[in-house]
């Protein structure tokens, strides 16, 4: 894949999604957020990251918590969590976190495994509110997830689902850069990256925990992404692009 398509294709845009879960919220679009939507995306078609040097690079890390794998299966978002970073230097202060309401009983497994409680998802504010809050959080940051298809889906379904709108920030994988940084070992889970590198976290499959220990892992990949040489992501685009010829 030479290096256009790789741009291409780490920008591409999905397809405009039926929506099935937030039809009944749709029709109470926030004109006001329609409205900073619109110039998020103007401002994300002025501004192309590829030439930022990673010690300048911001980013926002985010984590999703769902019912399931997919949007368009009626699976939905319980909790956002993210985090930015500047660098390699994590901001601890610039967080942000929300349960998302949801009227319908979670299984018993997602409980279970993200603590998430049905009183709480009937307290949280509804996902219009969420989701104009998390767009004013980003503004216009490059994304960074961990498996980041998982939190891809569900942008592009929420985003068109409540504000017919197409989701149009980049998403980068963390494994972007740590598979070049570790190209001999085979890590795949955040656990599993957690444990190599040595970060803490304090609370697993929660949204905000995990976001915080994924930008640990992005914030130790750009420190060894550049002790490698790399000075930007336009020189990992081409180092990928080359490699996979």
């Known amino acids: 894949m030479g290096l256009n398509n790789m741009v291409q294709f780490v920008k591409q845009l999905s397809g405009r999604l039926t929506p099935n879960m937030y039809s009944s919220v749709a029709s109470q679009n926030d004109a006001a957020s329609i409205a900073y939507l619109r110039q998020l995306q103007r401002e994300l078609k002025r501004e192309d990251v590829l030439d930022i040097p990673f010690s300048e690079l911001k980013v926002t890390v985010f984590d999703l918590e769902t019912t399931g794998f997919d949007p368009n299966k009626g699976d939905r978002i319980l909790s956002i969590g993210a985090i930015k970073v500047e660098g390699n230097k994590v901001c601890e202060e610039e967080t942000f976190y929300s349960l998302v309401q949801s009227a319908e009983e979670v299984s018993e497994?997602?409980?279970?495994?993200?603590?998430?409680?049905?009183?709480?998802?009937?307290?949280?504010?509804?996902?219009?509110?969420?989701?104009?809050?998390?767009?004013?959080?980003?503004?216009?940051?490059?994304?960074?997830?961990?498996?980041?298809?998982?939190?891809?889906?569900?942008?592009?379904?929420?985003?068109?689902?409540?504000?017919?709108?197409?989701?149009?920030?980049?998403?980068?994988?963390?494994?972007?850069?740590?598979?070049?940084?570790?190209?001999?070992?085979?890590?795949?889970?955040?656990?599993?990256?957690?444990?190599?590198?040595?970060?803490?976290?304090?609370?697993?499959?929660?949204?905000?925990?995990?976001?915080?220990?994924?930008?640990?892992?992005?914030?130790?990949?750009?420190?060894?992404?550049?002790?490698?040489?790399?000075?930007?992501?336009?020189?990992?685009?081409?180092?990928?692009?080359?490699?996979?010829?």
């Open 109 to 245: 497994e997602i409980a279970d495994l993200t603590g998430i409680t049905k009183n709480e998802l009937k307290e949280a504010p509804p996902i219009e509110v969420v989701l104009k809050e998390f767009y004013q959080f980003i503004k216009s940051d490059t994304l960074i997830a961990h498996h980041a298809n998982h939190e891809r889906k569900f942008m592009d379904h929420v985003t068109w689902s409540i504000l017919r709108k197409n989701f149009q920030h980049r998403i980068i994988d963390t494994s972007f850069l740590t598979k070049i940084v570790e190209p001999e070992k085979n890590l795949v889970s955040l656990d599993e990256c957690c444990f190599h590198f040595g970060i803490e976290n304090k609370q697993r499959h929660h949204a905000l925990h995990d976001a915080i220990a994924t930008a640990q892992l992005w914030s130790n990949n750009v420190s060894a992404i550049q002790t490698l040489g790399f000075s930007d992501l336009k020189d990992v685009y081409t180092h990928l692009a080359t490699n996979r010829r």
